[in-house]
């Protein structure tokens, strides 16, 4: 019972390397989402997706760029890494906004040196 | 623009008391109210939805109710335990800012940093 995965876990990033985080789910959910989580600014939601093909931004989407080509997976990617986005990236899933619950995967803590 | 607050910031009580979690919001539209807990380095695990209708909703050890009026929720754990130790995160959903729907985005608290220790 995989639920929300995310890859990787890990990841050290010099400043202005790309990279891109995984979010794969296996509830068949429609809406997906990336939050990420710093100290004393809590969770703010950086893109989401309301379905396959779609993404739209969140509360802090400078530096961020997303795909959902396939329903299970939704991807974040940064262009040009930057010292301000070391965080704690979390992915997450729910199958409807209404009366469904929130999943979260385990996170992907990132330094950007 | 909802704002979601957690009171209070930390909390550390000995093995076996009852306690109790504030969450206030400020935008009563809310479609649900979801409590979380997360442990050091982990992700976010899933406790408690309540939806807007309801007043509560309890599982196990753990109560969480829901006054959508006066924009409130209290999440009570029972016969606290040192396993219980964790922060605990109080997110809504519900309208966006234009008054359309948020499509299932939460605003999260800051969240409550429970210490029971034995």
């Known amino acids: 019972n995989a639920g929300v995965t995310q890859t990787p876990k890990f990841r050290v990033l010099k400043t202005g390397q790309s990279m891109t985080l995984l979010c794969a789910q296996d509830?068949?959910?429609?809406?997906m989402y990336w939050y990420r989580q710093d100290p004393g600014m809590g969770l703010r939601l950086i893109h989401y997706?309301?379905?396959?093909?779609?993404?739209a931004k969140g509360e802090v989407p400078d530096g961020y760029n997303v795909s959902r080509l396939k329903k299970q997976n939704f991807l974040l990617g940064l262009e040009s890494a930057a010292p301000s986005q070391t965080s704690v990236y979390f992915c997450?899933?729910?199958?409807?906004?209404?009366?469904?619950?929130?999943?979260f995967g385990q996170g992907t803590r990132l330094t950007v040196v | 623009k909802q704002e979601v607050t957690q009171i209070p910031a930390a909390l550390s009580v000995p093995e076996g008391e009852n306690l109790v979690l504030n969450c206030s919001f400020t935008?009563?539209?809310?479609?649900?109210l979801q409590w979380f807990r997360q442990d050091p380095g982990k992700g976010l695990t899933s406790l408690l939805l309540?939806?807007?209708?309801?007043r509560e909703q309890t599982s196990g050890r753990l109560n969480a109710s829901l006054d959508k009026s006066s924009g409130r929720s209290t999440l009570y754990i029972a016969a606290s335990q040192p396993g219980d130790s964790a922060t605990y995160l109080c997110?809504?959903?519900?309208?966006?800012?234009?008054?359309?729907?948020?499509?299932?985005?939460?605003?999260f608290g800051q969240g409550t940093i429970l210490t029971v220790h034995p």
């Open positions: 997110a809504v959903s519900g309208r966006d800012n234009a008054g359309g729907t948020s499509y299932g985005k939460l605003t």
């Open positions: 935008d009563s539209a809310i479609y649900n």
């Open positions: 309540i939806q807007s209708s309801q």
């Open positions: 509830m068949n959910h429609e809406y």
């Open positions: 997450a899933s729910r199958l409807g906004y209404f009366v469904t619950e929130a999943f």
């Open positions: 997706s309301v379905g396959e093909g779609t993404t």
